[in-house]
C-alpha cells in the first residue's frame, strides 16, 4: 500500500508545473494602456490568465484591474481607434462596387472590433467591423 501511494503521489508531482500568471502591479482604471511598469509576473496557474508580460503591454484595460489580482484576457484589448459620437467613414465593399459613407460611432472599438454605427444619410444603424485607418467596414451579412 505505502509503495502504490508513493509511486502516484512521485506521477502526480511530476506532471503538475507551475506556469506564471500576470498580475496587475497598481490599480489601473478602465481605458488606460498598459505599460510594463503596471504588471507583475507571478508563479501561479491561473486559467483564463495570461502567462507573458509582452502579451498585455500596449492593449488597453476594457475594465478596472485592481493591483494583485490576474488579469484576464477579457480584461483588456487592443486600444480603440474609435470613440463615441465619432464621426467615421462607413464602407460597403461588394466585388467590384464600393459605397462610402458618414456614421456616427455609437461606441468604442478598436481594430478588429465589432461597434454599432449610426448611418448619418438613412438614419439606420448599421454593424462593422473597425479596419486599422479608423474606417468601419460593414457587410450584408446579418449577426
Known amino acids: 500500500m505505502i509503495k502504490l501511494f508513493s509511486f502516484i503521489a512521485l506521477i502526480g508531482s511530476a506532471g503538475a508545473t507551475a506556469a506564471d500568471t500576470v498580475i496587475a502591479a497598481r490599480n489601473m482604471r478602465s481605458n488606460v494602456i498598459v505599460t510594463a511598469e503596471d504588471l507583475e509576473l507571478v508563479s501561479s496557474d491561473m486559467p483564463g490568465g495570461f502567462q507573458a508580460i509582452e502579451d498585455v503591454v500596449g492593449q488597453e484595460a476594457r475594465v478596472v484591474l485592481y493591483a494583485g489580482r490576474p488579469i484576464m484576457v477579457n480584461d483588456v484589448g487592443p486600444p480603440a481607434l474609435v470613440e463615441r459620437n465619432q ?16 456614421g456616427r460611432s455609437l461606441g468604442r472599438a478598436g481594430v478588429g472590433d465589432r461597434v454599432r454605427i449610426l448611418n448619418l444619410s438613412s438614419r439606420n444603424t448599421v454593424t462593422g467591423s473597425v479596419d486599422a485607418d479608423g474606417t468601419v467596414s460593414v457587410s450584408n451579412t446579418r449577426f
Open 87 to 102: 464621426i467615421v467613414t462607413l464602407a460597403y465593399v461588394a466585388g467590384p462596387l464600393t459605397i462610402l459613407a458618414e
